[in-house]
């Protein structure tokens, strides 16, 4: 069977910035920095992003060209003997499984983000009860609204490599980019807006020894990435041989930090400019408001106040966040659909029938048990499987595979790759530094005084 390939740079560049900016970039970056001390959280984050998931994210590209295939395969083929053989199959059914649970837990929160595009149109046409029961939390608004969102990715997926994730990133990034400039220019034109601004991007430099805050920012860098979990790795096995893996990966990192920052200039301007029409955004324990109430409390208290046109901003601002899920889910999909294809020999569309299926099913589950599993899935899949699935992938990089061999992957795209700055550091880096500092971040979360 032939596999798909990005038919170039810019496709790769699209379809992977397009699962690494998400919900995650969107809602959770300016949540955890509202939680954590705002400027510190963000030079935090900055410092993770490019000295631990950079790396990280190139041992996936490079892994996966090299193995051209899904996670569980690649992992197999670069092993040898027994024990590293069960391990590496271990770990890529482990990144199978975990790519499947985020799906699950993600479309819950993409269906809202749906749901609440939908409410606010009908709220303009004056349908008052069916916007109601769009935005009040329910067992069948989650359930028929996560059904929606998997069916979507499904259909994105079912059509394949360049008819599906390719074309459709191509169309929704530009989207997705234009309407959070657009709505970053409206937003810091709005009184108030200015005071939020400074405390996103001053640091408060006592803040930064927190190891919460660490470890906050480290899951958050890891998650943003989407990393571990299998995703680069199988986009990293659809990129031309003669691509610039080093650069394509930076250019990936840039723009995933890149629209997290922006993101963090439109919600926190956003927040104060809330508060300057009465909304209340302090916790009773005087943090700032952050995660659900943030994004459908005090947002929409802000869209309310701004009249006629805030009913459009607030159509505009789902539309991105449902959006931005999108080119997100479509990655999680792949990972399950590409293992089913390649392992069991099915064809595309069984295969994504079968996992989509399989996954509006554990999603239902964890609708129904909402308030004793959601939170519990979140935490073991982003906090705990994807550092240390990323950790595993980083060790199989760079101890298991072949110096030479790593070194001819990635001279296919850069022919002086040797001489350069990249290769003198990056293999020591990925096999010691990444690991460690993986291993110190987790270890400390468990400490006394953490
Ligand atoms: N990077 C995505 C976000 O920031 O929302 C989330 C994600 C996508 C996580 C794909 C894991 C994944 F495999």
């Known amino acids: 069977m032939k596999r798909g390939q990005f038919s170039s740079r810019l496709a790769f560049i699209l379809a992977a910035s397009g699962s690494a900016v998400g919900l995650g970039n969107i809602w959770g970056f300016p949540s955890k920095a509202a939680e954590n001390g705002g400027g510190a959280f963000l030079l935090m984050y900055l ?11 190139m041992a996936e590209l490079t892994l996966g060209r090299h193995g051209r295939s899904n996670m569980v395969s690649t992992l197999d083929s670069i092993t ?8 590496g199959q271990l770990t890529g059914i482990m990144g199978v499984i975990t790519a499947t649970m985020i799906l699950c837990f993600y479309s819950i929160i993409a269906g809202w983000m ?20 769009l935005v009040t939390f329910s067992l069948w608004r989650n359930i028929c609204f996560s059904t929606a969102f998997i069916s979507l990715t499904l259909l994105v997926i079912s059509a394949g490599v360049e008819k599906g994730i390719e074309i459709w990133s191509k169309r929704l990034m530009p989207c997705l980019l234009l309407l959070l400039l657009g709505l970053i ?9 200015e005071e ?45 041989s003669d691509e610039n893996l080093p650069v394509a990966g930076a250019l990936v990192t840039v723009s995933d930090t890149g629209v997290a920052v922006l993101a963090g200039m439109l919600i ?17 324990t005087g943090r700032l408001i952050s995660g659900p109430d943030l994004i459908f409390h005090a947002l929409p208290a802000l869209f309310e106040g701004m009249g006629e046109a805030g009913a459009l901003v607030a159509i505009a601002f789902f539309t991105l966040m449902s959006i931005a899920a999108l080119t997100s889910s479509i990655s999680m999909l792949e990972v399950p659909v590409s293992w089913a294809i390649e392992t069991q020999k099915i064809s595309r569309l069984k295969a994504s029938i079968a996992v989509g299926v399989f996954s509006i099913l554990i999603s239902g589950i964890i609708s129904y048990k909402f308030t004793s599993i959601f ?15 990323s950790l595993m992938l980083c060790l199989f990089c760079g101890w298991l595979m072949h110096r030479n061999h790593l070194l001819d992957e990635l001279k296919q795209g850069v022919p002086d790759l040797e001489s350069g700055l990249f290769w003198r550091i990056w293999p020591t880096y990925v096999k010691i530094f990444c690991p460690l500092l993986i291993v110190i971040i987790l270890v400390q979360s468990f400490l006394p005084f953490s």
Do not use: N
């Not at 926190?268 to 009773?284: C, K, N, R, S, V």
């Not at 939170?375 to 699935?389: F, G």
């Open 47 to 57: 410092f993770l992003a490019f000295l631990l998931a950079y790396p990280a994210l």
């Open 80 to 87: 040898s003997g027994l024990v590293q053989k069960r391990l």
């Open 114 to 133: 749906m749901a609440h595009t939908l409410a606010s149109i009908t709220q303009t046409l004056k349908m008052e009860k069916i916007a109601e029961w």
């Open 185 to 193: 220019v409206y937003v810091l034109l709005q009184p108030g807006a």
């Open 196 to 240: 939020g601004l400074k405390i996103f991007l001053v640091p408060d430099f006592t803040q930064l020894a927190d190891p919460q805050l660490i470890l906050s920012a480290l899951g958050q860098a890891f998650f943003s990435l989407s990393l571990g979990v299998g995703t680069m790795l199988i986009y990293g096995s659809y990129i031309r």
């Open 268 to 284: 926190i301007p956003a927040l104060f400019a809330a508060q300057h029409l009465g909304a209340d955004i302090y916790t009773e």
């Open 375 to 389: 939170e519990l899935v979140v935490v073991a899949t982003t906090e705990w499987a994807q550092p240390i699935l």
